[in-house]
């Protein structure tokens, strides 16, 4: 009966783990989100890269009864997990909310998808949050949360199941962020 349970325990976190599982479907984007934005900034991304969770891959890994199928999972360098996140440079163009240097780090914990491979260097419009600040609330019937990948790093702002606060400049959406931090001032 133990080996039973472990079994659909393990079985339940390894579907809870995999990023296109994160949320049952998308949400779209509540733009008055933006509230809770800790710093929103115009500026290019440098230094892209996806940190994989290689503590959670070598613990699953470790398991003697491990299935054949989860272990090739978890082996997977490219094989995405839910508790896979990037990390990348801002060069600040321009500050519209907050106090931030020209240049600072940050991380993307994407909940809805895994994040993507690349990013492109150009302008983009971007809200952040402090980890340990409030976050918009959950936008569809259910979400993973992880904790903060780098407590000490501003993460890009994103509802749970909602798309993230990162829109290139010169888009609507983005032109729509402006306006309504013009409106809440």
């Known amino acids: 009966m133990k080996k039973h349970l472990l079994r659909i325990s393990l079985t339940a976190l390894v579907i809870s783990t995999e990023a296109t599982q994160a949320c049952i479907m998308a949400s779209p984007l509540n733009i008055d989100d933006v509230s809770f934005a800790d710093v929103v900034v115009v500026g290019t991304v440098e230094n892209y890269e996806i940190v994989r969770d290689i503590t959670f891959r070598e613990r699953m890994l470790s398991n003697p009864e491990l299935s054949d199928s989860l272990r090739e999972l978890y082996s997977d360098p490219n094989q995405s997990l839910l508790s ?31 994040e993507p491979a690349l990013l492109s260097n150009e302008q983009f419009l971007m809200a952040f949050r402090r980890p340990e600040s409030p976050m918009p609330p959950l936008q569809g019937p259910s979400a993973t949360i992880l904790p903060a990948p780098e407590p000490q790093s ?17 888009s609507e ?7 309504t931090i013009r409106l809440e001032r």
């Not at 501003?154 to 010169?170: E, K």
Request: glycine share 2%; net charge negative; charged share 20%.
């Open 154 to 170: 501003l993460t890009v702002l994103q509802a749970p199941c909602a798309p993230p606060f990162l829109f290139r400049n010169s």
């Open 84 to 114: 896979d996140y990037a990390r990348f440079e801002v060069l600040v163009h321009e500050t519209i909310v907050g106090d931030v240097s020209q240049r600072f780090m940050a991380t993307w914990d994407n909940s809805t998808f895994a």
């Open 173 to 179: 959406t983005a032109k729509s962020v402006r306006e």
